[in-house]
């Protein structure tokens, strides 16, 4: 949510009314930010896409719902599956990535990544349709590696005018703590 906040208002989203900010790192959360504000919903949670479903058709693997994004897409997710169809010797998401130019496996698995993400981003702009989306954390580190998988897979997948919405990477190196500092004024305090 900190990390969103930054990223509207300061950094990859500065000047943009509507952001929707996603991490993709060891987890994957969200934040929509609307108007220099912070939409946090009722109990806090709006925004937390982790637990979003994106296929019901996966394995269960821990105690989020079977299929959802962050079990599918999170840089523990490509680990995961970088150790049970690569090696026991992947190490990091980077690991996969490295690997993808020389091994098929390697990259269906960065594929279908990007795929998922492409999925949870539809259902975002449907609900949302912002004037951008602002992807950080660390697997966005590789966005070389399959940023144009997803943004033709999104485009497939949404109604023709939402189809152009930009993706943006992160700008910010600390987007939590400038964030943090943000919050009172952006909440009025």
Same mark, same amino acid.
């Given at each position: 949510?900190?990390?969103?906040?930054?990223? !509207?208002?300061?950094?990859?989203?500065?000047?943009?009314?509507?952001? $929707? $900010? +996603?991490?993709?790192?060891?987890?994957? %959360?969200?934040?929509?930010?609307?108007?220099?504000?912070? +939409?946090?919903?009722?109990?806090?949670?709006?925004?937390?896409?982790?637990?979003?479903?994106?296929?019901?058709?996966?394995?269960? +693997?821990?105690?989020?719902?079977?299929?959802?994004?962050?079990?599918?897409?999170? %840089?523990?997710?490509?680990?995961? @599956?970088?150790?049970?169809?690569?090696?026991?010797?992947?190490?990091?998401?980077?690991?996969?990535?490295?690997?993808?130019?020389?091994?098929?496996?390697?990259?269906?698995?960065?594929?279908?990544? !990007?795929?998922?993400?492409?999925?949870?981003?539809?259902?975002?702009?449907?609900?949302?349709?912002?004037?951008?989306?602002?992807?950080? %954390?660390?697997?966005?580190?590789?966005?070389?590696? $399959?940023?144009?998988?997803?943004?033709?897979? $999104?485009?497939?997948? +949404?109604?023709?005018?939402? !189809?152009?919405?930009?993706?943006? @990477?992160?700008?910010? !190196?600390?987007?939590?703590?400038? %964030?943090?500092?943000?919050?009172?004024?952006?909440?009025?305090?």
């Amino acid at each position: 949510m900190l990390a969103g906040l930054a990223e !509207a208002l300061v950094g990859a989203g500065k000047g943009k009314d509507v952001v $929707y $900010y +996603v991490t993709q790192s060891t987890g994957i %959360g969200g934040a929509l930010v609307v108007n220099g504000r912070v +939409v946090s919903g009722r109990v806090g949670h709006a925004g937390e896409i982790g637990n979003c479903i994106i296929d019901p058709n996966r394995d269960k +693997v821990n105690h989020l719902n079977v299929g959802a994004i962050e079990n599918e897409a999170s %840089g523990t997710a490509i680990i995961r @599956k970088g150790q049970a169809l690569l090696s026991e010797e992947i190490k990091s998401a980077y690991d996969v990535f490295k690997s993808m130019n020389e091994d098929p496996q390697a990259k269906a698995i960065i594929t279908t990544m !990007a795929q998922d993400m492409a999925t949870m981003f539809s259902y975002i702009a449907h609900i949302v349709d912002p004037d951008a989306f602002i992807i950080g %954390g660390g697997v966005s580190l590789s966005s070389d590696a $399959y940023f144009d998988i997803m943004k033709q897979s $999104y485009a497939s997948k +949404v109604h023709p005018p939402l !189809a152009n919405t930009p993706f943006l @990477k992160a700008e910010l !190196a600390e987007p939590g703590l400038i %964030g943090a500092a943000m919050l009172p004024k952006s909440q009025g305090v």
